[in-house]
């Protein structure tokens, strides 16, 4: 049985067996039905010029507003350098127990870091950033367990330590009351 229903919102040019695969993971670990549509944003509104990053916070406003039910849980996936205001950078935000959240394939790739290109990993870093993003609109804040999911990703390193799926307290947490 479907226990919830996922949008995911692409604003990138990603291949689409790229978002398949994503939607995929993301239908096992939330036992989710998922959606696949092309978004649409004038990212130059977002672009902050000292910076050189797009604003996060605004972005999930923009997501949140336009594309956004209020029974599913929306993500965005952008190819875009985010950051907050505290932050130098961020892979990704949500509204903890909302219905939004956004993630960012642009510091995920090894070619950002002067190594040899690999889909299959950035194709696992996104794909836990989702989860782990989802995760926060279902309510879950970061675990202390390093290899669940909603363990907390300072850097790219730190995802790829983490597995895909939800620790069993976290998973807990997930079903419904």
């Not at 949140?64 to 029974?71: I, K, L, N, P, Q």
């Amino acid at each position: 049985m479907i226990s919830h229903s996922v949008k995911i919102v692409s604003f990138a040019y990603f291949d689409h067996s790229f978002t398949k695969r994503i939607a995929s993971s993301v239908a096992l670990e939330f036992n989710a039905e998922v959606q696949i549509q092309e978004g649409h944003l004038d990212l130059s509104e977002y672009y902050e010029a000292p910076r050189k990053q797009y604003k996060g916070n605004e972005l999930l406003i923009s997501v949140e507003a336009s594309f956004a039910g209020v029974t599913q849980k929306t993500i965005g996936l952008f190819n875009v350098d985010l950051f907050i205001p505290i932050l130098t950078y961020i892979f990704g935000q949500a509204y903890l127990g909302g219905t939004t959240a956004i993630a960012s394939a642009y510091r995920l790739s090894n070619t950002r870091y002067g190594m040899k290109e690999d889909f299959e990993l950035l194709l696992n870093r996104m794909t836990k950033e989702v989860i782990h993003e989802l995760g926060h609109t279902f309510g879950l804040i970061h675990c202390r367990n390093p290899q669940c999911v909603m363990s907390s990703s300072t850097y790219v390193e730190d995802i790829d330590q983490k597995s895909r799926s939800f620790c069993n307290k976290c998973r807990e947490k997930l079903k419904p009351a």
